[in-house]
């Protein structure tokens, strides 16, 4: 029996209503599009959804005590709640630099995480 559900596409700002057709674990249709990268990013969401992640983690001896990071690209959004538990718990020391590399292998995705801004040393 096959099963389908909406997904509106964000690779562009017209935010075309896709429909996938599903077969068990297997999409067997996808309508709506109005271009070709509507078809990989409905293949991408149904078989390894990926997400950018943004947040703040702790800094010892800024000027400010919490550093906005991202990741550098999306990681898989199975391993969000992981993600999450490793920034509570993470640390780093100013100063640092805009775009520096906090975790190069973040949650062990081969994915970096990165400063957002600029923190200097306390004085
Ligand atoms: S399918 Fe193409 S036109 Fe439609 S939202 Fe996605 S990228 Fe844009």
Do not use: H
Not at 64 to 91: C, F, G, S, Y
Not at 99 to 105: K, V, Y
Request: charged share 25%; proline share 7%; net charge positive.
């Amino acid at each position: 029996m096959s099963l389908t559900r909406k997904l509106t596409c964000i690779s562009c700002p017209v935010g075309c209503t896709l429909t996938l057709t599903l077969d068990g674990k297997e999409l067997t249709n996808i309508s709506g599009n109005q271009c070709p990268r509507g078809l990989n990013y409905a293949k991408d969401e149904f078989y390894n959804p990926k997400r950018m992640l943004t947040s703040t983690i702790r800094i010892e001896d800024g000027v400010i005590q919490q550093l906005p990071v991202r990741t550098q690209e999306p990681i898989p959004k199975e391993k969000i709640p992981l993600a999450m538990k490793i920034l509570k718990d993470l640390t780093t020391r100013a100063p640092v630099n805009l775009g520096e590399i906090i975790d190069a292998d973040f949650a062990d995705t081969k994915v970096a995480l990165i400063a957002t801004r600029s923190v200097k040393k306390k004085s």
